[in-house]
């Protein structure tokens, strides 16, 4: 069921009131969208279950967010992991031009 005001929460009738289920359908709106895909950047990329993600053209299947296929605490994960290789390369002996590789 479907309403012009809720979207996809109009399943849930009158119940737990309008507010929640306007953040509810547009929580469901992204996530039930499609999304490009990080490898062959096709808009093809839809959700399997939670935290999982499958690219319709590549047959590509990477975690992500709940809700989203890039979640906030993924971003800050991803720079969070970067910042640390290029720490490990800094160790001594290894030249400069070989930490600059992986920025
Ligand atoms: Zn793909």
Redesign the pocket.
């Known amino acids: 069921m479907r309403t012009k005001q809720v979207g996809s929460s109009g399943r849930f009738g009158q119940r737990y009131g309008r507010r929640v289920r306007l953040r509810t359908a547009t929580i469901e709106k992204h996530s039930k969208a499609y999304h490009p ?6 808009k ?2 839809r959700r399997e279950f939670a935290g999982v993600w499958r ?1 319709r ?4 299947q990477f975690s992500g967010g709940a809700y989203s296929p890039s979640s906030s605490i993924e971003e800050i994960k991803a720079r969070f992991t970067s910042a640390v290789v290029l720490q490990k390369t800094k160790s001594p002996g290894q030249s400069q031009e070989e930490s600059l590789d992986v920025v």
């Open positions: 895909c990080p490898s062959c950047k096709a093809k990329v690219c053209k590549c047959n590509m």
